[in-house]
């Protein structure tokens, strides 16, 4: 399957103008990579896997000061819509796409995620721990990243070089994490769908949460497997994310009642 670059941020499937895009946003230390593999899985949706700058075929483009830096460079450089949209975030993504969720709506902007789905990662108004990982040096972050949620591969631990390949981008994301402070303001009117793995260090209480920041509908589904469940049930998860997708066709309503999706 060939993809095409549109512009740097983006690295997308073939052309859907007429169905759903979805944009998805990698995990700390990931990239674009992560979700190629999907534009086959889900036809049904315009595919754009966003390539944040420090990795992939951005590696040479500094990495973002903060969050803030990095959703204000996004939102000014990323055309989305007319259509409907839906942002998939895993993890760090989570939390990226739900800024620029904000930061769209708080810009007044013209469309906005017709669904958000938020991934692996507590709701951000949540307190949580202050940690330093970002100032630790290679090895003991490579190793504190992968004792806390895995997903970094065995070779990439044995290997200095591959370290050296891995850990900018990682370290980057976890200052972006870690430097973050969540700045109360009027809740979301979208539908949130909130996914989670049964054996991840994410709390079901942490999932739950992010139904406070949104006044409409939200389905929380919890799935087999840890931090990285997309990686060890693909299948289950393809076929609930295709069916928020689809729904991304008909328009939701804002109204304050949620619901309990049904684990899979």
């Not at 993504?93 to 995620?113: H, M, Q």
């Not at 200095?160 to 980057?172: D, H, K, S």
């Not at 909130?194 to 054996?199: C, D, I, K, L, P």
């Amino acid at each position: 399957m060939q993809y095409t670059a549109s512009p740097r941020w983006l690295v997308s499937g073939a052309p859907r103008p007429s169905a759903p895009q979805l944009y998805c946003f990698a995990h700390g230390g990931g990239s674009a990579a992560e979700y190629l593999r999907w534009a086959r899985t889900i036809p049904g949706a315009g595919l754009h896997c966003v390539q944040l700058p420090g990795r992939g075929s951005r590696a040479a483009e500094e990495l973002p000061a903060s969050l803030d830096t990095l959703v204000e460079a996004f939102v000014a450089q990323v055309p989305l819509g007319p259509g409907p949209f839906v942002f998939l975030g895993h993890s760090l993504g989570a939390l990226v796409a739900y800024e620029v969720t904000r930061r769209l709506r708080d810009l007044g902007a013209p469309a906005l995620p017709a669904r958000l789905v938020v991934s692996g990662f507590p709701a951000p108004h949540m307190p949580r721990p202050h940690t330093e990982l970002h100032t630790l040096p290679d090895a003991e972050l490579l190793d504190a990243v992968s004792r806390r949620h895995g997903g970094i591969p065995q070779e990439v631990l044995d290997s200095p070089e591959l370290q050296a390949l891995t850990v900018p981008a990682l370290r980057g994301d976890y200052r972006l994490l870690e430097t973050y402070v969540w700045r109360e303001s009027a809740p979301l009117e979208l539908p949130v769908t909130v996914f989670g793995g049964r054996e991840d260090r994410v709390t079901p209480e942490q999932l739950e949460a992010w139904r406070e920041l949104t006044t409409g509908e939200v389905t929380v589904r919890r799935f087999p497997g840890g931090h990285f469940y997309l990686r060890e049930r693909p299948a289950e998860v393809l076929r609930a994310l295709a069916a928020e997708v689809r729904a991304a066709r008909v328009p939701a309503g804002t109204g304050g009642a949620a619901t309990e999706g049904a684990s899979c």
